[in-house]
């Protein structure tokens, strides 16, 4: 294509020109861009709006619910000891507090292990079942040996024993159990172990044996004379010159000792009791609190007879002591370490252990039981780890490396620890075989523990709980949480110690919420009058002058908190300015600080009301849970015609005495299924061999199905009792329609032995009208129907009365209600996300508009250029064919 030149040929500015006519054409471009640039000013706006309604609605969040009213502050005096929280039904006042000992939980250790991948036994069927309860009775300690045959008359030299690495102050004179155990409870605020000793007791035959006794007569006819004493009193003696029969002799020991002789109060007074007969060879002396008892004959001259002799036999004399032995006690049921130079002098071995001592033990029917199975796929420290924390019952396994090495070290260790703390965690694990055959004795060394019995794990922590006392009075907690001691407040205890606990109003977070509320009201006109007002100095409204989103939000606010709160049955306070919030002629709130003291002073309790959503029953046990926007503020009449029950299996049979539950028994636990089935919640529970009396077999059920891992992560759970009729209940926990439990035969011992024909029942939801008006039940919840004033109310209903239940008063607080109005103007649906939304679609309307007017302005340029392009071609035509003329005519005229 050649080039071309516009006007070249005719004179005309073609582009000045056309570039004028399109500059007039272009025109409405302008009027695009304003028109954008208004609407985006709008969604700017409605932005900030947005952004500034976002801040007044977070400054309702603390002021929307009760939980953010009514608070009360709790001040421990040294926080190191107790930290602690109260509601607002706490009263203020100052409390004592002095925790003596924090809850933990048991640890149990194995002994060492070479590997944790080597089987452990033959791999035989073996059932394992854990339970957790409560130990009573007896002691945790060790059971000393007899004293070393030198104590008695050298003592205990000093370092020679040491407890929990604190050295015992003994010497030459500590000669007996009780001095022995004197100088070790001397220590025990520094070793936490106390000791007792055993009574000491003389030597069953030091009389005789078999029924015959072997002291003879004594004879001093010879010239001699005789004395015998016993813990240094004196109870028989005899002078020179008696024969044989006429002096001592075993019944005339036997006379000295019975009734209330001089001897026998002397040895009363000695605390040395008697029992048994020289006669018979059966005289025994004991002391109870572990003094030596040394028992003497005292011969001087020829003598015959006596201890040993039989009569005519020579006595020249003997003596002999009795020395008991002593038990630690760790109070706290931490294992005891002993050493020192020579800890056997004192009856024990050097090392680390205890066990309890003479305990019983009960299991919790409310922790759960479990079994696991060790079979030869899993007779490892690591199987019987992962099939411990896989049963998810109560009890965490690991396993510990003390770090030893070398060709004989076993440093692994199995560790087992109760998920919770407090007394009645404390394990017992008790194993059975298949078949009939017997637990694998390898897996009975490693893991059997009981209490009450053989312990073949030691003891690293004992479950203990918290114990306090709150101004004197002795409180105990199963945690470190201690809740109910004082009302409406929580401990949680972190040490030992003592501190001083203050509970007071806590009229600070009061102020500075309602303080809040007010500054983002403000904060919120402010910014509305910039986006809607008009400014008369500068004659300029802002972008959103005349919108009604804006204007509509506005009036709503300022409606709704120049109201009075109704349904509010006994509150004192029902508007805003009674506890010192009013509106200025500028639009704007104002607080007046010594207003709203007054009213947390004087009506603390009811100012809730005033922001919050609040229920108040004249019931007790009807209570609010929540409500919805579309909860109607009122007072109601409750009426319950049908109170929510729990699912449960009863037996029909009073049960025996005692009830055999067979090896490898296994029954089918349905709980809590719904419709249709789910197979979460049905479960094979395997019981536990033995025979049980009613009460140990509802333990023992009950912990069995709460051991379930799949029904205890669904909150589901049962309670077992033996009822006054003495038949065995089954309940489950939860209430309503679907609370249901069903139990069938695996194998063993079929249901029918415990619970005869005894048939499920199923619960029911609670069901009644609020007000008159329809609702529906869930479990213990009631909620109102749809469409009713009562809408979306929420009520927990317990106790045990059907029919009318007092009224039911509902009332919806400023805060409550202002977050309700700008939720409906915030979010993805609101009004304000809405409208901007409108506004953009405008814009890109606006756009395509442009668009589309650009593309016609374009045609029109082409249009104008063609058709002055060819003007131009013409005139430069018609010049040409002029120019011709011109020079012909010319030429003519030369001519």
């Given at each position: 294509?050649?080039?071309?030149?516009?006007?070249?040929?005719?004179?005309?500015?073609?582009?000045?020109?056309?570039?004028?006519?399109?500059?007039?054409?272009?025109?409405?471009?302008?009027?695009?861009?304003?028109?954008?640039?208004?609407?985006?000013?709008?969604?700017?706006?409605?932005?900030?709006?947005?952004?500034?309604?976002?801040?007044?609605?977070?400054?309702?969040?603390?002021?929307?619910?009760?939980?953010?009213?009514?608070?009360?502050?709790?001040?421990?005096?040294?926080?190191?000891?107790?930290?602690?929280?109260?509601?607002?039904?706490?009263?203020?006042?100052?409390?004592?507090?002095?925790?003596?000992?924090?809850?933990?939980?048991?640890?149990?250790?194995?002994?060492?292990?070479?590997?944790?991948?080597?089987?452990?036994?033959?791999?035989?069927?073996?059932?394992?079942?854990?339970?957790?309860?409560?130990?009573?009775?007896?002691?945790?300690?060790?059971?000393?040996?007899?004293?070393?045959?030198?104590?008695?008359?050298?003592?205990?030299?000093?370092?020679?024993?040491?407890?929990?690495?604190?050295?015992?102050?003994?010497?030459?004179?500590?000669?007996?159990?009780?001095?022995?155990?004197?100088?070790?409870?001397?220590?025990?605020?520094?070793?936490?172990?106390?000791?007792?000793?055993?009574?000491?007791?003389?030597?069953?035959?030091?009389?005789?044996?078999?029924?015959?006794?072997?002291?003879?007569?004594?004879?001093?006819?010879?010239?001699?004379?005789?004395?015998?004493?016993?813990?240094?009193?004196?109870?028989?003696?005899?002078?020179?010159?008696?024969?044989?029969?006429?002096?001592?002799?075993?019944?005339?020991?036997?006379?000295?000792?019975?009734?209330?002789?001089?001897?026998?109060?002397?040895?009363?007074?000695?605390?040395?009791?008697?029992?048994?007969?020289?006669?018979?060879?059966?005289?025994?002396?004991?002391?109870?609190?572990?003094?030596?008892?040394?028992?003497?004959?005292?011969?001087?001259?020829?003598?015959?007879?006596?201890?040993?002799?039989?009569?005519?036999?020579?006595?020249?004399?003997?003596?002999?002591?009795?020395?008991?032995?002593?038990?630690?006690?760790?109070?706290?049921?931490?294992?005891?370490?002993?050493?020192?130079?020579?800890?056997?002098?004192?009856?024990?071995?050097?090392?680390?252990?205890?066990?309890?001592?003479?305990?019983?033990?009960?299991?919790?029917?409310?922790?759960?039981?479990?079994?696991?199975?060790?079979?030869?796929?899993?007779?490892?420290?690591?199987?019987?780890?992962?099939?411990?924390?896989?049963?998810?019952?109560?009890?965490?396994?690991?396993?510990?490396?003390?770090?030893?090495?070398?060709?004989?070290?076993?440093?692994?260790?199995?560790?087992?620890?109760?998920?919770?703390?407090?007394?009645?965690?404390?394990?017992?694990?008790?194993?059975?075989?298949?078949?009939?055959?017997?637990?694998?004795?390898?897996?009975?060394?490693?893991?059997?523990?009981?209490?009450?019995?053989?312990?073949?794990?030691?003891?690293?922590?004992?479950?203990?709980?918290?114990?306090?006392?709150?101004?004197?009075?002795?409180?105990?907690?199963?945690?470190?949480?201690?809740?109910?001691?004082?009302?409406?407040?929580?401990?949680?205890?972190?040490?030992?110690?003592?501190?001083?606990?203050?509970?007071?109003?806590?009229?600070?977070?009061?102020?500075?919420?309602?303080?809040?509320?007010?500054?983002?009201?403000?904060?919120?006109?402010?910014?509305?009058?910039?986006?809607?007002?008009?400014?008369?100095?500068?004659?300029?409204?802002?972008?959103?002058?005349?919108?009604?989103?804006?204007?509509?939000?506005?009036?709503?606010?300022?409606?709704?908190?120049?109201?009075?709160?109704?349904?509010?049955?006994?509150?004192?306070?029902?508007?805003?300015?009674?506890?010192?919030?009013?509106?200025?002629?500028?639009?704007?709130?104002?607080?007046?600080?010594?207003?709203?003291?007054?009213?947390?002073?004087?009506?603390?309790?009811?100012?809730?009301?005033?922001?919050?959503?609040?229920?108040?029953?004249?019931?007790?046990?009807?209570?609010?849970?929540?409500?919805?926007?579309?909860?109607?503020?009122?007072?109601?009449?409750?009426?319950?015609?049908?109170?929510?029950?729990?699912?449960?299996?009863?037996?029909?049979?009073?049960?025996?005495?005692e009830t055999t539950i067979d090896a490898d028994t296994s029954w089918t636990v349905t709980l809590n299924d719904t419709t249709p089935s789910n197979v979460n919640n049905t479960a094979t529970i395997t019981l536990p061999a033995g025979t049980y009396n009613p009460s140990q077999l509802a333990t023992m059920l009950q912990s069995a199905i709460n051991g379930v891992s799949a029904f205890s992560s669904a909150g589901a759970t049962v309670t077992a009792s033996v009822g006054d009729d003495g038949t065995l209940k089954l309940n489950s926990t939860r209430y309503g329609s679907k609370s249901n439990i069903h139990i069938n035969t695996a194998s063993g011992t079929s249901v029918a032995t415990v619970f005869g024909g005894g048939t499920p029942v199923d619960g029911k939801d609670v069901a009644g009208t609020i007000g008159g008006y329809t609702a529906t039940g869930d479990g213990q919840t009631l909620t109102g129907a749809a469409?009713?004033?009562?809408?979306?109310?929420?009520?927990?209903?317990?106790?045990?009365?059907?029919?009318?239940?007092?009224?039911?008063?509902?009332?919806?607080?400023?805060?409550?209600?202002?977050?309700m109005l700008t939720a409906g103007y915030l979010g993805a649906d609101g009004a304000i996300t809405s409208r901007t939304k409108g506004l953009n679609n405008t814009v890109k309307d606006i756009d395509k508009q442009k668009t589309a007017f650009s593309d016609r302005l374009t045609d029109i340029e082409k249009r104008y250029r063609a058709q002055y392009s060819a003007l131009d071609t013409s005139i430069a035509s018609m010049n040409t064919t002029a120019s011709f003329l011109t020079q012909q005519f010319a030429a003519m005229a030369k001519a």
């Open positions: 294509m050649g080039l071309s030149s516009p006007g070249i040929g005719s004179g005309i500015d073609v582009n000045t020109i056309v570039s004028k006519l399109m500059a007039v054409e272009s025109a409405p471009l302008a009027d695009f861009d304003k028109k954008s640039a208004s609407y985006l000013a709008q969604v700017s706006a409605f932005g900030n709006l947005s952004s500034a309604l976002g801040s007044f609605q977070s400054s309702l969040s603390s002021l929307t619910s009760l939980s953010g009213f009514q608070t009360m502050s709790a001040t421990p005096g040294d926080a190191s000891v107790l930290t602690a929280s109260a509601t607002g039904t706490a009263i203020p006042g100052s409390y004592r507090i002095n925790v003596t000992q924090v809850a933990q939980a048991q640890t149990l250790a194995s002994g060492g292990y070479k590997t944790t991948t080597a089987a452990i036994g033959t791999g035989a069927k073996t059932t394992i079942n854990f339970s957790l309860g409560t130990v009573s009775g007896g002691t945790f300690g060790l059971t000393g040996g007899a004293l070393g045959a030198s104590l008695s008359t050298s003592g205990l030299t000093p370092g020679a024993l040491t407890i929990n690495n604190t050295a015992i102050a003994t010497d030459g004179t500590t000669r007996s159990a009780r001095l022995l155990a004197d100088a070790i409870n001397a220590k025990s605020t520094t070793t936490g172990v106390s000791a007792k000793a055993a009574a000491t007791v003389t030597s069953a035959t030091l009389f005789g044996s078999g029924g015959a006794s072997s002291f003879g007569d004594i004879d001093t006819s010879g010239g001699g004379t005789y004395s015998l004493s016993v813990g240094g009193v004196e109870i028989a003696v005899q002078a020179a010159g008696v024969a044989g029969g006429g002096g001592v002799t075993a019944a005339s020991l036997d006379a000295a000792l019975s009734g209330n002789t001089a001897v026998a109060r002397a040895l009363a007074d000695a605390n040395i009791t008697v029992s048994g007969t020289a006669a018979d060879g059966t005289l025994q002396f004991t002391n109870a609190d572990g003094s030596n008892i040394a028992v003497a004959e005292a011969v001087s001259g020829t003598v015959t007879g006596g201890i040993g002799n039989a009569a005519g036999a020579a006595n020249i004399g003997s003596s002999t002591t009795a020395v008991s032995s002593i038990s630690l006690i760790s109070a706290d049921g931490s294992p005891i370490t002993v050493g020192g130079t020579n800890p056997a002098g004192a009856g024990f071995t050097a090392g680390v252990g205890g066990a309890y001592l003479g305990a019983s033990f009960t299991a919790d029917s409310s922790r759960t039981s479990g079994n696991i199975v060790i079979d030869s796929t899993n007779n490892t420290l690591a199987g019987i780890v992962a099939a411990i924390n896989k049963g998810n019952f109560g009890v965490t396994a690991s396993i510990v490396s003390d770090g030893s090495t070398g060709t004989n070290a076993t440093p692994n260790r199995l560790i087992l620890t109760s998920s919770a703390t407090g007394v009645s965690s404390t394990m017992k694990i008790t194993l059975s075989g298949s078949g009939g055959d017997p637990a694998d004795p390898a897996l009975e060394a490693l893991l059997g523990y009981d209490p009450a019995g053989v312990q073949n794990l030691s003891q690293k922590a004992a479950a203990a709980d918290t114990k306090a006392t709150v101004n004197g009075i002795d409180v105990t907690s199963s945690s470190a949480g201690i809740s109910g001691a004082i009302s409406g407040v929580t401990l949680s205890t972190l040490k030992t110690g003592s501190t001083t606990l203050t509970i007071a109003k806590d009229s600070t977070a009061l102020n500075s919420s309602v303080s809040g509320f007010v500054k983002a009201y403000n904060d919120l006109n402010s910014q509305i009058n910039q986006l809607s007002g008009y400014n008369t100095d500068t004659k300029t409204g802002g972008p959103l002058l005349g919108d009604s989103t804006i204007r509509n939000l506005s009036a709503s606010i300022r409606r709704q908190m120049s109201s009075s709160i109704t349904g509010l049955e006994g509150s004192k306070l029902t508007n805003l300015s009674q506890i010192g919030i009013s509106f200025q002629k500028d639009g704007t709130l104002t607080l007046d600080s010594s207003k709203l003291g007054k009213a947390i002073n004087d009506n603390y309790g009811d100012i809730a009301g005033l922001f919050a959503a609040v229920g108040r029953g004249t019931d007790p046990d009807i209570k609010f849970v929540s409500s919805t926007a579309k909860t109607q503020a009122g007072d109601y009449r409750i009426d319950i015609s049908q109170l929510a029950t729990q699912g449960t299996l009863q037996g029909d049979a009073v049960l025996p005495a469409g009713a004033p009562i809408e979306g109310l929420k009520l927990t209903v317990t106790g045990d009365t059907t029919g009318s239940r007092g009224s039911f008063g509902f009332s919806q607080g400023y805060a409550y209600q202002l977050n």
